[in-house]
């Protein structure tokens, strides 16, 4: 268990071979604009990014959840590109119950389907259960949204059920949320399930 607050704590720079993860700040606003406008990337986001205001709006948001302590907002660095790929974060951090969520991730198109996500997840789950002491870590996504359904299973996750009616989507959609979860007796075996899949020759993930 560590002896600061995880608020303090769970804002780190992350990396291996592949990618880094890091802190954002307001210098990350124009590398992840023009990586932010890709065909289907804001689908099943729960506000859309259709344009600068859109992203300027978005961004702001993010550097102010994560400068009051409500997200750990991480920008994802595709090493081999050298460049910005997308975003993750922590949040709902339940210190005292051990508890937290991964999500607010997205990827530029070009960046989809090369390992990135996986190796960010990896990293954020290792981040949570081995340096943060977390006992659960938790996903949630649109129950139609069959792509990331599929990666959350592939990286080990168990869905738990959905919760309906959950919250308004962009159109007047009412989201369907289904929640995915790794506990701390279960990560062993996820992380080595993620390293096997990252010697993949081709990974999907």
């Known amino acids: 268990m560590t002896d600061t607050a995880w608020n303090e704590d769970a804002p780190a720079v992350l990396e291996n071979d592949h990618v880094r993860l890091r802190p954002v700040t307001e ?3 124009e590398p992840l604009r023009k990586i932010a406008f890709g065909e289907g990337i804001w689908d099943y986001f729960v506000s859309r990014v ?10 702001d948001a993010m550097l102010a959840d994560h400068a009051a302590g409500r997200r750990a ?13 997308g975003s993750s974060s922590y949040g709902n951090m339940a210190e005292a119950d051990r508890r937290l969520e991964i999500g607010w ?11 990135v996500n996986r190796w960010a997840k990896y990293l954020l789950l290792q981040h949570a259960f081995e340096d943060l002491d977390a006992v659960r870590v938790e996903f949630k996504t649109d129950v139609l949204n069959e792509r990331a359904r599929a ?12 919760l309906r ?10 989201r369907d949320a289904v929640y995915y979860s790794v506990l701390a007796g279960e990560w062993p075996s ?13 990974p999907s993930l």
């Not at 991730?105 to 390992?115: A, H, K």
């Not at 009616?165 to 009412?174: D, E, I, K, W």
């Open 27 to 29: 210098d990350d606003r």
């Open 50 to 59: 259709d344009s600068d205001a859109d992203f300027d709006a978005f961004f």
């Open 73 to 85: 907002v991480f920008v994802i660095v595709d090493k081999g590109a050298d460049r910005a790929a």
């Open 105 to 115: 991730s997205w990827l530029g198109v070009e960046f989809q389907g090369r390992g």
């Open 151 to 162: 990666g959350l299973r592939k990286i080990g996750a168990r869905e738990e059920g959905v």
């Open 165 to 174: 009616s959950f919250n308004p989507m962009p159109g007047g959609r009412r």
């Open 190 to 202: 996820v992380k080595t399930q993620l390293r096997d899949r990252g010697k993949a020759v081709n």
